[in-house]
């Protein structure tokens, strides 16, 4: 269906529900939706299972919507850094449950959500805790654990430029998660700087076809 | 709009076209289905995929306009819309078969009264099997349009009970647009949806598949 | 390692070996390679697999190849054309293999190869001929079979213009089969319209990525 | 070049650098593999991806360079070479995984004799996990190199007959680069491939591996 151009970013998120998983674009802090996120804290929604590379940074963004208790459940691959006190002290607390994933298969897995794939036979983290439990199969000499897709009921992605369609492109290294988030969730919402007009992408570069975007907002 | 006489390839084409609402994302197959761009309104805003790699896909080339490297599914040279977009292979499936299209529309041998659909192989001894994406079209969009005449040139059905061609997808089509009569295939059964040019008892008369009256 | 810029196409497809799987770029004559095709060809490796979508057309290019009685065994989506008359020959008389593969699970497959994905349950083809005799499972209701990667020694690629580092972009839907295909194969050879200098290809809309490629030919 | 002091940092990095082939795909690891760019020779067309989306990542940025969209995997501020290239992140750890970085070097807590790796988590009751992209990279790439002390500060070795540590990858490291020594892990055991300020006599007497002369 259609992109809305939404005016605000709290008009973009205002149909997040209480309970739903959102897929959380950006890889520190390039390509991660600020506006949407503080958008999000303003709307309230909790309960969320929330699924991005990192568990926030310092005390803005999704530190913030962890600080205020919204977040049940953290799914990502390096949780813990230099700032991430607001994740830690919960964490430690028991206030917020973990699920650890290699930042590839957080990828590829969303990556399969997007593209209909039911499971994957998957090489990382064979024999190492984070395949414990998992299902294994030995194919052609190799072992591989089986992953299951991630799908998001929102994604909320930072990006550069987006076109009246809602064709979207990248900038740099800010590229990526953006891009399989989009098509992992039922609804996307991207962030860009700009939106310029439909033709004005150049249509052999754009990377988030206007069919995984649903809202648009200027931030 | 129930009327009687059986509709063109056109008036067919024109009803599918109706029935796709503004916006929406969709993959015409190969034949028949593609004259449904022709029916499209004005500022509908439908985006047409093409699975060779492409969104918002133009009309047919005209003759000054051929590009080689710009075809669609069918390998006829076609036009871009501004706000295209090109993606390879395994991207473009990854769209159909992760169920990103509104719409996809299908020509077919036979359709079974639970939505198996048969397009692709006649199954006969000798022919060439060859299936390109119709499999993938088959089990990737939201709603799966089929488009074809009800009844074979020997005036056998092709909404049957079970399907006798070799199956494409299992339990995949959710509306069948035929040129005397239009059916939902729904989990309470075949409903008829309109008819053109044939009673409803003759309707019933002539097919297997129990219908119900919509 | 380095990309070599090759000064003809037979030198690029020197060492194809006899029994080798040459992946096929194109879709039509889209994206098809029709230069490294005839130079293997005159090159006269034999006992092929070919995977490609379409089985040749008309007289040329592929269908030269299998005249020639070069190919063992295609796996493709669709042979059956109305030029295909090389094939149909062939196949009828017994004398090339067909494997049919669902376009979709074509180019996933190859992806699976390139990205190290040992197989994946995929919903193309479930309850049809094309998946007798294959694991199927049951995941959250839906009911997928197991696919696995298909690899290839060689695989022969038709692209638009190329930098001296090897990075490549395609033109419009002549990329199709390409970039997949670049990622599946021991050794991608990329026949391109145009050799660029380094650096003038814009890094953001670069389409195969130079580790994917290991020898140019203008053609 | 076996001598009678052990390395510095940078002296294991450079000799990791002179161990790349010209041309060759390579990623760095956080922390001390980073060092190894420093001292690729000149013009060796080795080319680095970060996993966070790039090809051909240049030097640090200096301070008038920082743009906060190019980033490597350490987040720290990087630049852009001529023939970079940027894809999302499912593309480029498929590019780890489906083996086509020529070279990775990497950081570690400990490597058993069999090529085992942990170098992602200490196992330390109240510690905090984080994995990033360490598991891919491990398995991922042609050569796996490990840069790391030979002795933890308490004097036990790091090169173990098993890792107590939690594991990274199995059997998936191929050469270890030590203060003290280097050693390819191959299916013929360990072999010592140069020693630093250390015997080898000293240096099986403190190991618990069996160790092959090289």
Not at chain 1, 19 to 45: K, N, R, S, W
Not at chain 2, 54 to 67: I, R, S
Not at chain 2, 125 to 139: E, Q, S, T, W, Y
């Amino acid at each position: 269906m259609r992109v809305r151009i939404c005016a605000t970013a709290a008009e973009a998120v205002a149909d997040v529900a209480d309970g739903a998983t959102v897929l959380i674009g950006g890889f520190g802090m390039a390509g991660m939706p600020v506006q949407l996120i503080d958008a999000l804290i303003e709307q309230g929604a909790g309960d969320l299972t929330v699924v991005s590379n990192n568990a926030g940074n310092g005390d803005a963004g999704l530190a913030a919507l962890l600080a205020k208790g919204r977040v049940r459940k953290v799914i990502c691959s390096f949780p813990r850094q230099q700032d991430s006190w607001v994740f830690d002290g919960l964490y430690r607390a028991g206030k917020v449950e973990l699920e650890l994933v290699p930042q590839g298969n957080l990828a590829e897995r969303m990556r399969a959500a997007g593209a209909g794939i039911g499971a994957f036979f998957c090489p990382t983290g064979v024999g190492t805790p984070l395949a414990e439990g998992k299902e294994t199969r030995e194919i052609d000499g190799r072992t591989y654990v089986l992953e299951y897709p991630i799908r998001g009921d929102v994604a909320l992605v930072g990006a550069h430029r987006a076109d009246r369609m809602g064709n979207v492109v990248y900038r740099k290294t800010a590229r990526n998660f953006g891009p399989v988030m989009a098509t992992a969730a039922t609804t996307t919402i991207v962030q860009v700087a700009e939106v310029v007009e439909t033709g004005e992408l150049d249509p052999e570069a754009i990377v988030t076809p206007s069919i995984y975007v649903d809202r648009i907002v200027t931030g | 709009m129930s009327r009687d006489q059986a509709l063109s390839k056109d008036e067919m084409a024109a009803l599918v076209a109706k029935d796709i609402a503004p916006g929406s994302f969709v993959n015409l197959g190969i034949g028949q289905p593609t004259l449904v761009a022709d029916f499209l309104p004005e500022g509908s805003g439908v985006v047409l995929h093409t699975e060779n790699g492409m969104l918002n896909m133009g009309p047919a080339a005209t003759e000054g306009e051929v590009d080689p490297d710009l075809i669609n599914a069918g390998k006829i040279p076609v036009t871009e819309l501004p706000g295209a977009s090109y993606f390879h292979h395994a991207d473009s499936f990854a769209m159909m078969r992760g169920g990103h299209l509104d719409v996809c529309v299908l020509g077919a041998f036979q359709v079974s009264a639970t939505g198996d659909l048969a397009n692709w192989h006649t199954g006969a001894p000798g022919a060439i099997p060859a299936v390109g994406g119709a499999m993938d079209l088959a089990i990737g969009a939201k709603s799966v349009f089929v488009m074809m005449g009800l009844f074979a040139k020997d005036g056998t059905p092709k909404l049957v009970l079970d399907c006798t061609y070799p199956l494409t997808g299992v339990g995949c089509v959710d509306r069948v647009y035929t040129d005397v009569a239009t059916f939902d295939i729904t989990s309470d059964g075949v409903v008829v949806t309109d008819t053109f040019g044939i009673s409803y008892d003759e309707l019933t008369d002539r097919l297997e598949v129990p219908l119900v009256r919509g």
